[in-house]
């Protein structure tokens, strides 16, 4: 490390975000369940409009965002001005660490929340502060009374990864009450579309004025590699995140698809259904097997085994079945595997492959 170089204090300290695998060594034909993609993909119109957007490719892209805002603020009755798009919702998540936590800082995520949010905040020079939860649930007194004058922001996912247990919406009120108004609450819907019963997040930004929420085109609407997100919250707060954003932070083509994208209800609506359905068989055939799992409101199930050596066994043997899984290890889950609901003959396999796992067929 040169000396008189120096990165701002907490960089070093990032780990390197970790994403599912995605292949497999001498495996041609590996079924990714690593990463919560959407089996039945994205929308035809969201893919006819990126292409049609390369025919200007030329043209810098909008740079207010505002139609894709005016179709997002219409789907879900949202005033446009109070939505802000980034380059997935990560990138909200980081500009809302750049705004509003620094040195000295506290930014609060629960034990086995998502990634992203320690990284931001270390990235911001905040400090990210884990609280534990409950049987792998946000414990919402926990949360509360980890609140101090310190902190700045609290990140819960809700429904949350990788466990996918979800607050329901008396909790999430509950939370937002209980909150300092020194510190900004955000509630990052990246899986609110599969959850069965909505969790008022929405309604609760729209509300208060320190609650956000962050939602993605990355899950549902099966959009990863697109990389688009949003957040509606606050106008002062939306204001604020918009002198951070960069005025070009989403192509033409970004705008274009997602906006399509949101606008298809019968796909998101087939997406949803059959993932509820598969999910229900996923969980039920992993519990008939001996193996323990949460009821979970997300695109994945979290499968528990004894202990981390039996994970990585099985893991190891999904994988020589061509089957790819996500250990959670980093997330304090050593001895779990979360897997994607994929289509039914991917559950099926995984289901079959666990069993073989466990010496029953
Ligand atoms: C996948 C995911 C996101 C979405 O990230 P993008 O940057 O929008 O792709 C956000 N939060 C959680 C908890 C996630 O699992």
Known sequence: MPK?????????DITLYQGGDSSIAGQREAIKLSSNENPLGPSDRAVEAFRRAGHTLHRYPSSSHAALRAAIGGVYGLDPDRIICGAGSDEVISFLCQAY????????HTEHGFAMYRISALGAGATPVSV??????????AVLAACGARTRLVFIANPANPTGTMLDAATVARLADGVPAHTLLVLDGAYAEYA??????????????????????????????LRVGWGHGPRAVIDVLNRLRGPFNLSTAQQDAAEAAILDREHLERCRTENARLRAWLTAGLREIGVPCDDSQANFVLARFDGAAEAEACDAHLKQCGLIVRRVGSYGLPGCLRITVGDEPACRRVVHAIAQFKGLR
């Open 132 to 141: 534990p939860e409950r049987r792998r649930t946000v414990d919402v007194d």
């Open 4 to 12: 008189d170089i120096r990165p701002q204090p907490g960089i070093l």
């Open 196 to 225: 069965d019963v909505p969790d008022g997040a929405l309604e609760l930004a729209t509300a208060r004025p320190n609650v956000m929420v962050t939602r993605t085109f990355s899950k549902i609407h099966g959009l990863g590699g």
């Open 101 to 108: 936590a620094g040195p000295g800082d506290e930014v609060l």
